[in-house]
């Protein structure tokens, strides 16, 4: 009986660029389940978005009848009963979604790999093999959501101190990926991870 692909979970800062990495492990032979896709998706359940409806009224819809996602994080963020109602019925459904994609992993795959914001916050760590920490200093972190979502340095202070600190993600890890130039080395980084954690599980 062949050995599952390994879960590897990606972590780290807000900008760091996890996504990017994500798709960098796509590129190596690897099948990637990003949470935030999965979770819209979920969003666009008609069963979904009329219980939303049912707790906070047809203002959290936009002008074409699906849920306004920037609506709902307004609610919950400072609300933390909000939160956890809507965690308990999102986050269900999209690990649903993230099983089935990794059960439909093709014969050769090289890892299952788990892009969350709240990888660890989520528990989704508990799932993983392996936890990489995608790391990149404040200020690049910074430059990338100004220019990306059009962030000031205070909002990006405010959402990242909602989620657990960055030391406390970075030594839960077990490799750190540095990206903070171009692509390149980030597929470098990638390969040899790759090829470390194939080694290791051969012993």
Not at 35 to 63: F, H, M, P, Q, Y
Not at 83 to 102: D, G, S, T, V
Not at 165 to 185: C, H, M, Q
């Amino acid at each position: 009986m062949k050995r599952k692909p390994p879960i590897i979970g990606l972590t780290g800062g807000i900008g760091s660029g996890k996504s990017a990495v994500a798709s960098v492990f796509l590129e190596h032979g690897c099948i990637v389940a990003n949470a935030d896709e999965n979770a819209k998706a979920v969003l666009l359940d008609s069963e979904v978005r009329d219980t939303l409806v049912e707790w906070w009224g047809k203002k959290i819809l936009n002008i074409d009848g699906h849920i306004d996602r920037t609506i709902i994080a307004d609610i919950v963020f400072e609300d933390d009963e909000a939160l956890q109602k809507l965690e308990n019925l999102i986050h269900p459904r999209a690990r649903q979604m993230q099983e089935a994609q990794f059960a439909a992993a093709p014969e050769g795959t090289r890892g299952l790999v788990i892009d969350a914001p709240l990888l660890i916050e989520a528990g989704l760590d508990s799932l993983c093999e392996i936890i990489v920490y995608v790391e990149a200093s404040r200020e690049i972190r910074l430059n990338r959501v100004q220019k990306t979502r059009d962030w000031t340095a205070e909002e990006l202070n405010r959402r990242e101190a909602a989620q657990l600190p960055l030391d406390t993600k970075r030594n839960k890890a077990d490799y750190v990926l540095i990206n903070e130039s171009e692509l390149g080395a980030v597929h470098r980084q990638v390969k040899q991870l790759l090829e470390d954690m194939n080694n290791r599980r051969r012993i």
